[in-house]
């Protein structure tokens, strides 16, 4: 039996930096990944290997914004291990029927111009609706990169221009009071609230809705910062793919002794008088723990499918049926095509120009039509009449994904995990089947063709996953990649329950990570960062408390006197 400081569960990007972090901090580590690779949903790989050889694909995450707002790759000099970020630029093409196109730079007066074209009002308030939302992030900032009940570590997260903003959204009571409704409203309201021209609005509510609920849904009016962030810190993407990232992490993560185990499907959480003290993989073998263990699962499948009733119950008897009933999830998650092509996509009406399919390209008409796209699903129906995407060709700005001259393209399109009326059929009894998946597939396709007919003719090979083999892959709830929804209810001190929320559990030495934990899904790496730091406070807590309180107060009087 091997015996570890800290075992943890999953090796997604998350659990890669908390375990750097703590390697560092001078902790054994072992991470097991049920996958062959590591990565979690982080991860480049060679999926069509006889049908399309040396095309390398992203089969989940690929375009990152979250992680640019944190230190974590500075902390951790990726650089040093292998990682090499691309900026995009142009960040987004959405062509629409009429043969206008919302084309938007990193630069936020290039994107005004862009849109001046069409509609002078709306360039000029998008100016101001960009300046709003990139002080609501500088305010929101340090709260992301801390635990969410840490009030040292956040307030030692601002300096003088983060102070700026906060006061700036919320100084006054007035002010105060709007920002909370606008916080509480919906994407499309506050989209509403400032533009007229649907060529603008349409791709504007696809991008908020890439957290995964209707742009119309209240309470996630903060999905309007997905566009605002490719402006400032921008949208990049590791040369190589996604993968690069977990491949930098890796390489870390072994220089500095810790241990990746792949092929280790972990089935019981070992409770020893109220602690957890190993765990119980797929054959039988157990690793110990001597400090703590760390899931980068999810607590509704932790806690309900990896410890033994009586030890939840024994920890907190409430805990089960909250997490049964408290934690939602819409039913909406992603049907993923992947191809791989002779040339790349050529939208021959809307001015094509190679450069604009640097970053990523929306198909959005409407934002009627992008608010059925993420309505339908809730409730069971695949969305098919008429289909909007996300979809990237990565080739464009990182040719060596794939043979000279030759591109991939990655298609997101949402759909339901469980379909109405298919009950009990299907994968896992959702319904889904590969002649059902290969049909929606095929019809988004078409939709595609409606604006680059070449897509039909140039593609080499095709893959397509649908939701239930996407959920099965990563050992994701309901095929949810960011774990539990991302609606206000389930963020900050609620991600997953209140009593979870700040990375500890109530059985000692188990603690949380991931997508599911503060400050939710995407590529960041904050909540490994965020739980490494909660886990050190753990084993010297008054040391580490006053350790963090001089560092933050150093680092606020130095940022404030270097400001002023």
């Known amino acids: 039996m091997e015996t570890y400081d800290v075992v943890i569960i999953g090796a997604g990007h998350n659990g890669l930096v908390c375990a750097a972090y703590l390697l560092k901090a001078g902790y054994s580590v072992l991470l097991l990944e049920k996958r062959p690779v590591p990565g979690g949903a982080a991860t480049t ?67 005004c111009a862009e849109i001046a074209r069409y509609n002078e009002r709306d360039a000029k308030k998008y100016a101001e609706y960009t300046d709003f939302w990139q002080r609501v992030i500088g305010a929101m900032i340090p709260m992301f990169n801390a635990p969410p009940k840490s009030i040292i570590d956040i307030v030692g997260n601002y300096d003088l221009k983060k102070l700026q903003d906060l006061f700036s959204v919320i100084g006054g009571p007035d002010k105060t009071l709007d920002f909370i409704r606008t916080m509480l409203t919906s994407a499309e309201d506050v989209i509403n609230e400032w533009f007229d021209s649907e060529f603008l609005k349409a791709p504007l509510a696809r991008l908020a809705s890439e957290l995964g609920a209707p742009p119309s849904q209240k309470s ?11 402006h400032n810190p921008g949208m990049a993407r590791p040369r190589g793919g996604t993968g690069a990232l977990v491949k930098a992490l890796v390489n870390l993560v072994t220089s500095l002794g810790g241990k990746i185990l ?58 089960k049926e909250r997490l049964e009933r408290r934690i939602v999830n819409n039913n909406e998650t992603i049907l993923k095509i992947d191809l791989a092509m002779d040339e790349p996509l050529r939208f021959v009406h809307h001015d094509h120009k190679d450069e604009y399919l640097i970053g990523s ?60 009326g298919a009950e009990g059929t299907g994968l896992n009894g959702t ?16 939709k595609l063709a409606d604006y680059a007919p070449n897509v039909k003719t140039a593609t080499i090979a095709r893959r397509v996953e649908s939701p239930a083999e996407l959920g099965e892959r990563l050992g994701a709830y309901k095929g ?30 188990l603690f949380l990570t991931g997508a599911g934990t503060h400050p939710g899904g995407s590529i960041s790496g904050m909540p490994g960062r965020n739980c490494a730091r909660i886990f050190l406070h753990a084993q010297q807590p008054l040391a580490q408390t006053l350790k963090d309180a001089g560092s933050s107060l150093k680092s606020t009087i130095a940022s404030v006197f270097k400001t002023s």
């Not at 699962?297 to 409430?318: G, M, W």
């Not at 796209?373 to 794939?402: F, N, R, W």
């Open 45 to 111: 790989e060679e999926a069509l290997p006889k049908e399309a050889p040396g095309f390398h694909f992203n089969l989940c995450a690929i375009d990152h914004e979250f992680i640019h707002l944190g230190p974590v790759i500075e902390e951790l000099e990726l650089e040093k291990y292998g990682l090499e970020y691309l900026f995009c630029d142009p960040v987004v093409f959405c062509p629409h029927p009429d043969g206008k196109y919302f084309l938007g730079h990193r630069s936020v007066e290039k994107t």
């Open 361 to 420: 390209v929306l198909i959005a008409d409407s934002v009627r039509q992008v608010e059925i796209a993420h309505s339908d699903p809730s409730v069971g129906k695949i969305p098919l009449e008429d289909p909007s995407m996300y979809l990237v060709q990565p080739t464009m700005l990182d040719p060596s994904m794939a043979p000279p001259g030759k591109h991939t393209v990655w298609i997101e399109y949402f759909a339901p995990y469980q379909i109405a």
């Open 220 to 230: 996630i009016a903060v999905g309007a910062i997905m566009m605002t962030m490719r």
């Open 431 to 446: 319904g889904w089947t590969d002649d059902l998946k290969n049909k929606v597939a095929d019809r988004v396709i078409d």
């Open 262 to 319: 792949t092929d280790q499907h972990v089935e019981k959480i070992l409770i020893d008088d109220g602690r957890a003290v190993g765990v119980r993989v797929g054959g039988g073998r157990e690793y110990r723990a001597t400090k703590g263990i760390i899931s980068n699962i999810d607590a509704k499948r932790l806690f309900l499918q990896l410890v033994d009733e009586s030890d939840v119950n024994t920890a907190d008897p409430n805990l």
């Open 480 to 509: 949810n990649y960011y774990h539990i929804d991302m609606t206000l209810d389930q963020m900050v001190f609620f991600r997953p329950l209140p009593e979870l929320a700040n990375y500890k559990t109530p059985i000692e030495g």
